[in-house]
């Protein structure tokens, strides 16, 4: 049965996660840092990857992990999403890090960049744009390479060619950053149609990619609902405390339905991203379709808290100085990232049997 | 009265003495309001000719299609939208002959000194203070004004501050223009989630206000007021646009230039929003062939909800089909734009500007209760700030 709570160690983890966010995750500080050009803080990635040991939590004892599985990480992006932290979690730790774990492990440079992605030592990101879809199409390696998040950081890149899947060392690569509409996540335009080394065939490779973006498809519902949850909490707290017209604006009954509609859209989010990330963890037959279901509903909820924490906060929600516009930019990319919800709405119809008219 | 007929030849008069081609932009707008052809539902001799408000169109759509440069409503919105009507309703003649023709003609940029960082919503509370100086009559204002769009480039503000504390918020208020380059002003930019700062802090230390720029009564800023926010929320929400004129026209190129992006799911959500987005425009038109020479009323801010919701919804979308590319964003450089374009720039821009929509001028929130109260004549909710004097309030 799928288990859609919380395990004791889960709350652990996630009670050790939010005091590393709490004591690192400053968003004026973050804010500043992706102005200046890279939005990530080293010493936050190192002490979450590598000291807490999150960057491994997918990858089995054996090839240098934790042995933990999708539920675990699922939780750690919860705690990423509600801070909006910018580390390449989901990018590197998993959607390459699955990619990875579908190829053959025994081989030798597939193990080796598995330990180092698990010991959160380098990171790798796969060369697709960020908006590619588990089913969707996926473009050609041999070219340049729009939209890839977390690349300007990353170490390696896998690059899916005509003839294979590829480690490409960053080194050898060209990349070059863009403007990214959410300043936590960037993007770069990669350019890696040459060199590397060969990890599988294209047919394997597709099929590992494909393995990758799903993992990271299921457990961005869990950031989307961290970041949700933060929204809300923020929204209720500031509402119970400013004061218009002689009492707190949170006591008037339209702001207070919307908060409490809101509370019913994050209990029902919890619920899917949970499911997909058990799903992801037990390899179920259903996997897929749980998080075609949660990617269906999870954006709309972190977009819809996003956007009613704005406007809840009035004026103050529309400057830079407030973290609200860090969440609502986050909240609309990752509407986007991994496939839209109508993306992942026809994913639903073909899997239920639902066709278009 | 003036008809159509009469405005057309007025129009070509004004283009045959002044040929756009050869005529300076300044000197042409300057002529064209002398023409009375500024705003013709205003009376003579102050840009308008005392037409219906709805003929307005015939003079643009010919000084259009001749090359007439036009005063750039998107620099000048405050003044235009919100400080002239409530200077032709409550100034003397002194201060409409002053004030009119240079704001209409873009020389003079106006803000708007209302919101308050404790008077957003409740903007009655306001505590900035206007004090009378006995022998002059003049007034001396202090106080902290917040979100006030393009403070950094206005020469003029209209302003509303307390004059009596003792009485109940709405009583002690009053309504001035405040010169901007007095000492006493001081402008601080506020960025917004744009990236921009269109916006600003303004604080104000024994700013000099002559009683000669007063608006109405002492103690009837607030009635005066009303006027200034009935014009903003048709301002900023009943726009005159042509089909497709607004927020959705970006989103229908790029439907038509893009078929690659196309889905069902897309597909069935744009068509909603191009209905309502064509109701919206001739609900829109509507209202102004009932205002002809009026004032708006309540039902005016119907329109700027309307607008709010729509562009934000639609620009929403946009940012969604456009996928990949909605995840860029032109420019975060911040900045302090001398105009503000809802549908300019990029999709990402305009999906957070929008997000604007619902909050400045009134919010959403309290917009519908002001329909649900002043135009469906519910009762208001109970209230305990109506009657304490102003400084008996909790703050
Ligand atoms: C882009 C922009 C430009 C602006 N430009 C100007 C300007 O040029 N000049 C100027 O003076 N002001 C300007 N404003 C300010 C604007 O008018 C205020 O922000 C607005 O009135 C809301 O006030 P507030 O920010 O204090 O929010 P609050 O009043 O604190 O409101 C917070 C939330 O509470 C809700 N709320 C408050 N009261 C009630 C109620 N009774 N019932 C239900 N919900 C309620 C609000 O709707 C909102 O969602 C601008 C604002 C923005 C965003």
């Avoid at chain 2, 909800?305 to 919804?313: I, S, V």
Wanted: glycine residues 10%.
């Amino acid at each position: 049965m799928t288990d859609l709570l919380y395990s004791e160690t889960e709350d652990d983890l996630r009670a050790a996660v939010r005091s590393l966010v709490a004591a690192r995750g400053d968003t004026t500080a973050l804010a500043g840092r992706a102005e200046a050009g890279s939005p990530y803080d080293p010493r936050l990635w190192n002490s979450l990857a590598a000291e807490m040991g999150a960057a491994g939590l997918l990858v089995p004892e054996k090839l240098g992990g934790q042995g933990a599985s999708h539920r675990e990480a699922a939780v750690v992006l919860e705690e990423l999403g509600r801070g909006v932290v910018a580390a390449p979690y989901l990018t590197s730790s998993v959607v390459a890090t699955q990619a990875l774990l579908a190829l053959d492990t025994g081989t030798e440079a597939v193990a080796a960049l598995l330990a180092e992605l698990a010991e959160g030592r380098r990171t790798a990101v796969v060369a697709v744009p960020l908006s590619a879809a588990p089913d969707g199409p996926l473009p050609d390696g041999s070219g340049r390479i729009t939209g890839v998040a977390d690349a300007a950081t990353a170490d390696v890149l896998l690059v899916l060619r005509a003839d294979g899947l590829y480690a490409v060392e960053a080194a050898q690569a060209v990349v070059e950053p863009q403007t990214s509409f959410d300043l936590t996540r960037p993007l770069a335009a990669v350019t890696a149609g040459e060199g590397g080394t060969r990890l599988a065939d294209a047919a394997a490779g597709t099929a590992a990619v494909r393995r990758g973006l799903l993992a990271g498809a299921g457990l961005l519902a869990s950031e989307q609902l961290g970041l949700a949850e933060w929204c809300l909490e923020e929204t209720v707290r500031h509402t119970a405390e400013r004061h218009q017209f002689n009492r707190p604006i949170g006591s008037f009954q339209a702001l207070k339905h919307r908060m409490a509609q809101l509370w019913l859209e994050v209990v029902s989010a919890r619920a899917a991203a949970r499911a997909a990330a058990d799903a992801l963890a037990a390899g179920s037959p259903e996997a897929a379709l749980s998080v075609a279901v949660a990617q269906a509903y999870c954006s709309r909820v972190a977009v819809h808290a996003a956007e009613e924490c704005v406007q809840l906060h009035g004026g103050i929600g529309m400057t830079w100085e407030h973290p609200a516009h860090l969440y609502l930019k986050r909240a609309k990319a990752d509407e986007i990232a991994l496939g839209t919800p109508g993306r992942h709405k026809e994913a639903v119809a073909a899997l239920v049997d639902l066709q278009a008219p | 009265m003036t008809d159509a007929a009469e405005l057309l030849d007025l129009t070509r008069k004004l283009l045959a003495a002044h040929p756009p081609a050869t005529t300076d932009r300044d000197d042409f707008l300057k002529a064209r309001f002398d023409a009375g052809l500024a705003w013709v539902h205003f009376p003579e001799g102050l840009g308008g000719l005392g037409a219906p408000r709805s003929l307005q169109a015939v003079v643009d759509a010919e000084l259009a299609a001749a090359g007439a440069p036009d005063n750039d409503p998107r620099r000048i919105g405050i003044g235009l939208g919100m400080a002239a009507p409530t200077i032709l309703k409550y100034g003397s003649q002194e201060v409409k002959e002053r004030f009119l023709r240079p704001l209409w003609t873009g020389e003079e940029v106006w803000c708007q000194l209302f919101s308050e960082p404790g008077a957003g919503s409740d903007l009655a509370a306001l505590g900035t203070r206007a004090v009378r100086d006995e022998g002059s009559g003049d007034w001396t204002v202090t106080g902290q004004k917040v979100w006030t769009s393009s403070a950094h480039v206005a020469r003029w503000a209209i302003l509303i501050a307390r004059t009596d504390p003792d009485l109940p918020k709405h009583r002690g208020i009053t309504y001035f223009i405040c010169d901007m380059t007095d000492p006493g002003v001081e402008v601080r930019p506020l960025r917004q989630i744009t990236g921009e700062a269109e916006f600003n802090e303004v604080f104000l230390t024994e700013v000099r206000i002559p009683d000669a720029h007063r608006l109405g009564g002492v103690g009837e800023g607030w009635k005066v007021a009303q006027t200034t926010l009935n014009n903003e929320r048709v301002a900023i929400g009943g726009m005159r646009l042509p089909r497709e004129g607004g927020m959705i026209g970006p989103i229908a190129r790029t439907w038509r230039e893009r078929p690659e992006l196309r889905t069902h799911d897309l597909h069935q959500r744009l068509l909603t929003l191009w209905v309502e987005a064509e109701v919206s425009r001739l609900a829109g038109e509507r209202l102004r062939q009932q205002l002809v020479a009026g004032q708006p009323g309540p039902e005016g801010s119907a329109m700027k909800l309307a607008f709010a919701r729509l562009n934000q919804e639609i620009s929403g979308l946009e940012v969604e089909l456009l996928g990949e590319e909605g995840l860029l964003y032109d420019d975060w450089t911040m900045r302090r734009p001398e105009l503000v374009d809802f549908t300019g720039r990029d999709a990402g821009y305009r999906y957070l500007r929008s997000k604007g929509n619902s909050i400045e001028g009134g919010t959403t929130e309290v917009l519908l209760n002001i329909v649900a109260e002043r135009v469906l004549g519910l009762p208001s909710e109970p209230r305990n700030d109506k009657d304490v004097a102003w400084k008996d309030l909790a703050r």
